[in-house]
């Protein structure tokens, strides 16, 4: 009886979950179907098409995009607060969603003739980013979601250096598996999040660089630390930095900013951490030196910075909740 009992609950579960499993299904074919055709039709159209086609996106997604539009709004009062007006902030926000759909556009527009047009359209600027794509040297490159961060990587392996950048997984595995293909078009290796430590030593022995992103939430329970970020609490991930003071090798802050003029990514370097400095240095005191430098980065060129994230969606118990926005909800691993 108690076995009957069992299966009509699972039954029912299951019936109950099929609705999500048919529509994550569907979702999953039209987001592979959508990446294909821009894959086809993207990368043929003139550059200038590609310019005007981001203005049309992220004109579209300031007027339509209601809730997108409240979170960065969200963020950018938080940021600036009282500093900039309502109009300066729409200006940095409308500014910031055609980047977007820019970097989106340039995602499938590189995968052509990949190698020629990274060397046309992404130049390498000073002697520090010189130095880490010439030298043979484990490093690990830390960046933001500021200016093209997928390009960044593209132009270090187009200079033949090698790099796995570590990834966090974004929508089904059929839309993964086709956004991963651009990073590997040229040599660029990819490592998953989960487990990214067995990878990522892999790659520091093979003298390579790792690239991460380290401008996402990462709750504590995960392994993140929480560090001041204008002047909120935030959580970075410390886990970069352990595994960097464990092996005592350098890191590299940059980021690849767009120039509207010239219309090329310029790929800067905003700070160095010597292999002696992070041996010597707390994992926690080396993210906090990062989260400072990509604070500056953001403040350099706000208009291409991902806005409409939810940086700050984890407050602690001890926090004034009124000082945190809308979005965000007390920490539940506390």
Not at 177 to 205: D, P, S
């Amino acid at each position: 009886m108690v076995e009957l009992i069992e299966r009509k609950e699972s039954l029912r579960e299951g019936l109950r979950n099929f609705p999500r499993r048919v529509i994550r299904c569907v979702r999953g074919y039209v987001e592979v179907g959508l990446i294909t055709l821009g894959g086809l039709v993207i990368p043929r159209l003139p550059r200038r098409a590609i310019h005007r086609l981001a203005v049309f996106l992220g004109q579209s997604v300031y007027i339509f995009g209601f809730n997108t539009k409240r979170i960065a709004y969200a963020n950018l009062d938080i940021v600036y607060g009282d500093t900039k007006t309502k109009l300066e902030k729409k200006s940095i926000l409308r500014a910031s969603f055609r980047h977007a759909a820019l970097v989106i556009l340039d995602y499938f527009w590189f995968s052509r003739r990949t190698a020629e047009r990274v060397a046309m359209f992404c130049k390498g600027e000073g002697e520090a980013i010189k130095r880490w794509v010439a030298g043979g040297f484990p490093g690990l490159v830390v960046t933001a979601h500021v200016g093209n961060w997928e390009l960044a990587g593209q132009y270090v392996t187009n200079h033949g250096r090698r790099l796995w950048s570590v990834y966090r997984p974004i929508g089904t595995k059929k839309t993964l598996k086709a956004l991963l293909r651009f990073r590997e078009t040229i040599g660029q290796r990819v490592i998953a999040r989960k487990g990214a430590m067995v990878g990522v030593l892999r790659a520091f022995r093979k003298n390579g660089l790792v690239a991460v992103l380290l401008d996402q939430h990462t709750s504590v329970r995960d392994g993140g630390v929480n560090l001041d970020f204008f002047g909120l609490p935030a959580t970075f991930s410390a886990a970069p930095a352990t595994l960097a003071k464990r092996q005592s090798v350098p890191i590299c802050i940059a980021c690849a900013r767009h120039d509207p003029e010239t219309d090329t990514y310029r790929v800067v370097v905003y700070d160095e951490i010597s292999g002696e400095e992070t041996a010597a240095m707390s994992p926690e005191a080396i993210t906090e030196r990062i989260v400072s430098v990509i604070s500056k980065m953001i403040l350099d060129t706000p208009e291409q910075w991902l806005w409409a994230y939810r940086r700050w969606k984890r407050y602690r118990s001890e926090d004034d909740p009124s000082r945190f926005p809308a979005y965000a909800r007390q920490d539940a691993s506390e």
